[in-house]
């Protein structure tokens, strides 16, 4: 079992910057790939980034490349998402999630074993 609490998230004006930050607990951390979704209001959960065990692997969602950036400190046992240039359209509710498969960074939720509260991230115009 893995737990996993967000933190970060908030208020910012478009063009803005934000660091998430997610927390784990539990299994051994660098034992898992780790992932970012968001979902707004209204839609469905969509995949914003990924990163394997080590973190020599990422993988981010079209939407995002060149903005947002993705990393892990295993020693820490959290994984960061830096998210520069904000747009309205990246408000949303930001989920980490823990995937306990090798060998891959995987953009699929239904990938993902574990999953945290959510952070709310709101961009204004």
């Known amino acids: 079992q893995v737990q996993l609490v967000e933190s970060g998230g908030g208020l910012v004006q478009a063009g803005g910057s934000l660091r998430l930050s997610c927390a784990a607990s539990?299994?051994?951390?660098?034992?898992?790939?780790m992932g970012w979704f968001r979902q707004a209001p209204g839609k469905e959960r969509e995949f914003v980034a990924a990163i394997g065990w080590t973190g020599g692997y990422t993988r981010y969602a079209d939407s995002v490349k060149g903005r947002f950036a993705i990393s892990r400190d295993n020693a820490k046992s959290t994984v960061y998402l830096q998210m520069n240039s904000l747009q309205p359209e990246d408000t949303a509710v930001y989920y980490c999630?823990?995937?306990?498969?090798?060998?891959?960074?995987?953009?699929?939720?239904?990938?993902?074993?574990?999953w945290g509260q959510g952070t709310q991230v709101t961009v204004s115009s």
């Open positions: 539990g299994r051994t951390f660098s034992n898992y790939n």
């Open positions: 999630a823990a995937d306990r498969s090798p060998f891959r960074a995987s953009s699929d939720r239904n990938d993902y074993d574990y």
